[in-house]
């Protein structure tokens, strides 16, 4: 796939479906946000995000509860549905995409290492989570992989939300 093609063929679903975006992002820092709004007419579906970098604003902003940040970590299947959830409610978005991870090089451990992310896509009935772990690569890497990731889940989402909406025609 060449560069930006999935960017495309992400904008031109949601245009197609007449759908909005809001991300909150953490380890990749506004990336996903960036590759979004990098095709032109943009406008007509992303709203806005948050770059939830910090507990702090993860809590005050996102209303992810402290107690669930202390008990399960802030790279964690439930932070990343809480933060999609949240964004999409506080945009009024029709979706919230999440990413929350270890970009590294420091900060992972054994239990969460370097490399694993966890990216979350909610609509107004679920909001379905997935684990990468992208164990042994760069910061950018990893980065870029978990935007690429949020993107693929994105495009995966909207074909098949574009053919349950063919089948009530």
Not at 112 to 136: E, F, M, N, T, W
Request: net charge neutral.
């Amino acid at each position: 796939m060449s560069r930006g093609e999935l960017e495309r063929e992400v904008a031109a679903l949601l245009t197609e479906g007449k759908l909005t975006v809001a991300v909150a992002e953490s380890c990749t820092g506004g990336l996903l946000g960036h590759r979004l709004t990098s095709v032109p007419g943009s406008s007509a579906y992303f709203v806005g995000g948050v770059i939830a970098y910090s507990n702090e604003i993860k809590t005050k902003v996102l209303g992810v509860g402290f107690d669930v940040l202390r008990k399960e970590g802030a790279v964690s299947d439930t932070v990343a549905r809480l933060m999609a959830i949240a964004v999409r409610g506080r945009f009024e978005a029709d979706l919230g995409v999440a990413i929350t991870g270890v970009a590294g090089p420091g900060g992972g451990s054994d239990e969460k290492p370097v490399g694993l992310v966890y990216i979350a896509l909610a609509d107004s009935k679920r909001c379905r989570v997935c684990r990468h772990d992208l164990c042994g690569k760069r910061r950018a890497t990893v980065k870029m992989a978990s935007s690429t990731g949020a993107l693929e889940m994105m495009r995966e989402f909207l074909k098949k939300e574009g053919e349950h909406h063919g089948e009530e025609e």
